[in-house]
């Protein structure tokens, strides 16, 4: 351990730091922290320091540490991706019906570590954070960051945990652009990849979407170009972002299903009296959002998804999707049209014209994006099984 890192202690085997079963299934975590005082160098150049990033563990490492497995969140996402904190918590983790004993990422086989991203506003450094020069939360004066960066500051939190290989690295959405830039960023250490519900550049409409969803912070006037630290939330522009990511999370199908045309009589501040429920449902989800996340991480956030390309630096895409040498296994979801499967089948093709080997599973569903956080019996064995596999072939059993 070097003298510029400051640390929560760490014991694989404490129930206090890495999380236990309970009752069965259930298991108990605790959010960690780890900061370096070097900070990290950005691929702009600029420098972040110190770097503050908030982490839990699952399970228990092997002693050959052959048997860890990094889990990579979506935008909105943390690090607390399953079980529980305390007895009374209401929701375990986004992920916990894929991570714990027995799962999928099985607890009692495999050690999972999950990390709040750089520029996130779970604690790991972000542009709410307190700018060490002037003693004031950072906001626009953070600096741009890309989904590499992500990558390289999770890289320095294993090499600070002592880990050097990785058997898999997985996520969805945002997260499956890290897991693809794992693959590509450290060939060496990672074994094999699931990404799900992503690709290897988000689409024009994507991207669209995103800028809509920012121009919604920007202009609440409570915004005051990132400065709004110590006075009033865009919390209008912030809930109006929240509100149309969440319409390209859902699929048309959905939405018939779950809301229809159906109307309650409760919307006290309207002239026209009746809230259709799909109203009703997206203004809760900006609601909720507006507690729990900062308006301008979601900015930094989008803008790093929009930015990232595989093909970057590379002559075609098909040499982008060639740097991945690690075995994959990919999984979309039909009615996805944020990232679509057309996309995911875009990259596994390239991939195997270079020879690589893939899996790739595309899966019937109708909750649109949504589907990777809600399909879990739809493809959690397809996890397992591929999991199994690649540890069987390195311990060579």
Known sequence: MTSNIKIQPENWDDPSTAATSSGGSKIFTQKKHVTFEDGIVLTSGEIISP??????????????????ILIDHALTGDSHCAGYYTESDAKPGWWDPLIGPGKAFDTNKYF??????????????????????TGKPYALSFP??????????????????GIDKLLAVSGGSMGGMSVL??????????????????????????????????????????????????????????????????????????????????????????????QFEIESYLHYQGDKFVERFDANSYIYLTKAMDFYDIAEGCKTFEDGAAQI?????????????????????????????????????????????????????????????????????????
């Open 325 to 397: 040498k690690s075995k994959a296994l990919f999984i979309s979801f039909r009615s996805d049209w944020l990232f679509s499967p057309r996309e995911t089948a875009e990259l596994v093709d390239a991939m195997r014209k270079s020879g690589r080997e893939v899996d790739y599973h595309e899966i019937e569903s109708e909750y649109g994006h949504d589907a990777f956080l809600v399909e879990y019996p739809k493809y959690s064995y397809l996890i397992s099984r591929f999991i199994e596999r690649v540890y069987r072939f390195y311990n060579n059993d």
């Open 181 to 274: 830039d794992w693959a590509v960023a450290y060939p060496e250490k990672v074994r094999s990849i699931i990404p799900v519900s992503t690709c290897g550049r988000l689409s024009p409409q994507g991207i669209a979407f995103s800028e809509v969803e920012r121009q919604a912070i920007i202009s609440d006037p409570n915004w005051n170009n990132g400065n709004y630290y110590n006075g009033e939330l865009p919390a209008n522009g912030l809930i109006i972002a929240r509100m149309i990511g969440h319409i390209t999370y859902l699929s048309s199908e959905s939405m018939l299903r779950k809301f229809g045309r159906r109307t309650r009589n409760n919307d006290a501040n309207s002239r026209f009296g009746k």
């Open 51 to 68: 770097l503050t990033i908030a982490y839990e563990t699952f399970g228990s490492i092997s002693p050959k540490k052959d048997n860890v």
């Open 112 to 133: 999972i570590v999950c990390s709040n991203c750089l520029g996130g506003c779970e604690g790991t450094t972000g542009p709410a954070s307190v700018n060490p020069k």
């Open 144 to 161: 741009v960051i890309t989904i590499r960066d992500m990558v390289n500051a999770q890289h320095k939190l294993l090499d600070h945990l």
